[in-house]
Each structure stands twice: as structure tokens, then as C-alpha cells.
């Protein structure tokens, strides 16, 4: 069980896309992360290799700051089950590139954008999401 | 300069997916679980971003050109190819198994989980591969 944290999750909702408008503002770009991250490895079409450098910093950082200003740590439970874990990171990883975006891209700036392919690409993912962890939890686990 | 702005960016988006609870690849897995221990707050942080967005974006799109850029680097692309399918697809179901995507994986780096170290250098390996095989191979939509 999670707790329901509707407020949290609100503000922290609002906090991701005001991220993404000031970075629309600052460089005319979408803030999806698996675009940002992917592109951190070679081949390199662009020189905005440093700045998607810094955002990743950013992410990886998150944590620690919020640990620093609230005292409170990132509550966070991860599977052990690391063949899982690795099958699970390579779809996602493979997944997303393929699929030119991720939750980020596609379901907060594409939706917000009313493109047509996000709201393909977010149905579609958030439909086998449904059914992995139906058949994960419900079909196998029990 | 830009990259202290990106830093600035990507710490407030992180710390947004913190507090939300998307960092939270268990808040995840329930969010995903209609018919169990379902959690609908991750239904809250969608709505929450893209409400600031709809709106910001909208203000943002009114000025000719970004502060540090020439223009506006939109996606272009329109069509429904097999591409948009197939891709959202496959992420989909690694989603449902590891309960991160990429932003929420990348937060939990620094952070002691072993699924953690497993999830994120597959996760690369894949973006890598997916990357090098839709530049080689001729698209199924013509571009």
C-alpha cells in the first residue's frame, strides 16, 4: 500500500511543468527527459550536450537538496529482483527512444501541447502499463 | 550560463517528481494497479504539470523566439507511424515491471537500491540501441 497524497502530488505535478514551460522559455525546448538523457550518449547532432548535462545533474541531485531543506529523505521502494530491474530498464530505455519520448515528453508537454501522437503514445503506455502490472500482480503473482 | 539554467530546470523538475511521489517506483506500480491496491495520486501530478503547461506553453508560444535560442524546436512530426505505436508500447510494459521511467530512475541514481544500479545502465543500453537503429534503418514513414 501507498498513501494517497493528492496535495503532494499536485504541487509536485505543478513544480514538473513549470519546469518545462522555463525551459521552453530559456531554450525553445521540450523537457523530455528520455530525449535529454539519450542524447547524453554518442552520436552528437547538436552542442547542447553540456546543457542536457546539467539537467540530468539536476534529477540526480533532486534528492539531496529536498533531504537538505526539508530533512525529510525521498521515500522510495525498488524491486531487488535485478533481471527484472535490467529487462524492465532496457524496455524503458529502448522503449522510449523508439517511441520519441516518455511519460515526460509525450504525457506532461505533448498532451499540454494537444499533439496528436502523445495522446496515441500516452494511451498506449499507460494501457500496457496497466496490463503488465495486471498480469504481474494478478495473473502470475498469485 | 545554460548550463546553470538546465541545472536550476532539472533540480525543480526532479524535486517536483519527489514530492509528488513519482520518484517512487511502489507509488508507481500502484497507480498502475486498477484492480488491486490502486493509488490515484499519480493521476494528480499529470494534471497538476499539465495545467502549469497548457497555460505556460500558451504564453511562452507568443513570443517570436526562446531567450537563449534562435526558435522554438517544436516536434514536427504529425503522422500515426508504427514508430509511436510499437514504442509506447514496449515502454509501457517496462514500466509496469520496474515502476520508473526515466525522469523518476534518474532521480533514484544517487540513492543505495540495487534494482536501482540494475534498472539504469540497461535503461542507457536501451536508449543507445534504439538510437542507433532508427538512424540506420529507413523509417517506416517518410520524413
Known sequence: ?142 | MSFLVNLALGLLFGLGLVISGMSNPAKVLNFLDLFGTWDPSLAFVMGGAMLVAFIGYRLVLTRQKPIAADRFHLPAKSDIDLHILAGPAIFGIGWGLGGFCPGPALTALGLPAAGTAAFIPAMFIGMWAARLMSENLPRTSST
Not at chain 1, 503514445?121 to 496497466?130: D, I
Request: charged residues 10%; glycine residues 14%; proline residues 4%.
Open chain 1, 1 to 142: 500500500m501507498t498513501d494517497f497524497t493528492p496535495l503532494a502530488s499536485l504541487i509536485g505535478g505543478m513544480m514538473i511543468g513549470l519546469s518545462a514551460v522555463l525551459l521552453m522559455l530559456w531554450e525553445g525546448r521540450i523537457a523530455g527527459i528520455s530525449g535529454i538523457a539519450g542524447r547524453l550518449l554518442p552520436p552528437y547532432r547538436d552542442r547542447a550536450f553540456l546543457s542536457r548535462f546539467g539537467f540530468v545533474i539536476g534529477l540526480v541531485v533532486a534528492p539531496f537538496v529536498m533531504m537538505a531543506l526539508t530533512g525529510h529523505a525521498a521515500e522510495q521502494t525498488v524491486s531487488s529482483n535485478l533481471p527484472l530491474m535490467a529487462a524492465a530498464g532496457l524496455f524503458v530505455g529502448f522503449g522510449a527512444i523508439w517511441g520519441n519520448g516518455c511519460t515526460s515528453g509525450h504525457g506532461v508537454c505533448g498532451l499540454s501541447r494537444l499533439s496528436a501522437r502523445s495522446f496515441v503514445a500516452t494511451g498506449v503506455f499507460m494501457a500496457t502499463g496497466f496490463i503488465t502490472v495486471f498480469l504481474v500482480r494478478h495473473v502470475i503473482g498469485d
